[in-house]
Nanobody, 122 residues
Framework: QVPLVESGGGLVQAGGSLRLSCAAS????????MGWFRQAPGKEREFVAAISWSGGSTDYTDAVKGRFTISRDNAKGTVYLHMNSLKPEDTAVYYC???????????????WGQGTQVTVSS
């Protein structure tokens, strides 16, 4: 098990920024790839970003490229999602996930956090 706890969500105006954090407990964090997903009301969960266990590789969905940055601090057991130039369509519950391989689909991840709400007002 890899317990994951997200934080950093909130209400922000369009064009603003937020930084989401996902803290993992356990000594195995460093061996997991990490992903961020989001789910808006009435929509399916979608991939946002992923990072390899070392941080050397990252992947983003086209909708956030150039605006969002995923990073990790293995010493702190934390993965981050830096979100800039936020748009109303970014409004969703954001989830972090841990898995053995960096992939861009949800069932590739084994452990999930409880989610944090991000609301972007126009």
């Amino acid at each position: 098990q890899v317990p994951l706890v997200e934080s950093g969500g909130g209400l922000v105006q369009a064009g603003g920024s937020l930084r989401l954090s996902c803290a993992a407990s356990g000594r195995t964090f460093n061996s997991y790839a990490m992903g961020w997903f989001r789910q808006a009301p009435g929509k399916e969960r979608e991939f946002v970003a992923a990072i390899s266990w070392s941080g050397g590789s990252t992947d983003y969905t086209d909708a956030v490229k150039g605006r969002f940055t995923i990073s990790r601090d293995n010493a702190k057991g934390t993965v981050y999602l830096h979100m800039n130039s936020l748009k109303p369509e970014d409004t969703a519950v954001y989830y972090c996930a841990a898995g053995e391989v960096m992939v861009n689909y949800g069932h590739g991840y084994d452990f999930w956090g409880q989610g944090t709400q991000v609301t972007v007002s126009s």
